[in-house]
C-alpha cells in the first residue's frame, strides 16, 4: 500500500526553526516528484515548495522563498522541508504529496500523507 507520513512538526517561537519529514512506504520515491503543501483554517490549501524526481529541480512559492530549503534523500526513500526564519502566518497543517507527471504548487498531486501541525507562536 502506497504511503507518505509527515513528522516533525511542532510549536516554535517565531524566528525558530522546523525541519518537517515525508517517509515512503510501499513504493520508491525516486520516480516521483514530491511537493509540500499547507492549508491553514479556514484557507485554501497552497503549494510551499516542490522538488523534481528527474533532476533535482526545487520551486519554492514566494512567501517562504530564502526561508524553507525543500531537499530529498532517495536511499532514505524521504523529502524534507527545512523551515527557518518562521513567522506567526507559516502556521498550518503541512502536507506532503507525490505526483509521477507533475511538479508544481498546484494542490492536484495523486499520492497525500495526513499532515503534521506547524505552530509559530510566542
Known amino acids: 500500500q502506497l504511503q507518505l507520513v509527515e513528522s516533525g512538526g511542532g510549536l516554535v517561537q517565531p524566528g525558530g526553526s522546523l525541519r518537517l519529514s515525508c517517509a515512503a512506504s510501499g513504493f520508491t520515491l525516486d520516480y516521483y516528484h514530491i511537493g509540500w503543501f499547507r492549508q491553514a483554517p479556514g484557507k485554501e490549501r497552497e503549494g510551499v515548495a516542490c522538488?523534481?524526481?528527474?533532476?533535482?529541480?526545487?520551486y519554492y512559492a514566494d512567501s517562504v522563498k530564502g526561508r524553507f530549503t525543500i531537499s530529498r534523500d532517495n536511499a532514505k526513500n524521504t523529502v524534507y522541508l527545512q523551515m527557518n526564519s518562521l513567522k506567526p502566518e507559516d502556521t498550518a497543517v503541512y502536507y506532503c504529496a507525490a505526483d509521477r507527471n507533475r511538479v508544481d504548487l498546484v494542490a492536484r498531486y495523486d499520492y497525500w500523507g495526513q499532515g503534521t501541525q506547524v505552530t509559530v507562536s510566542s
Open positions: 522538488i523534481s524526481s528527474s533532476d533535482g529541480s526545487t
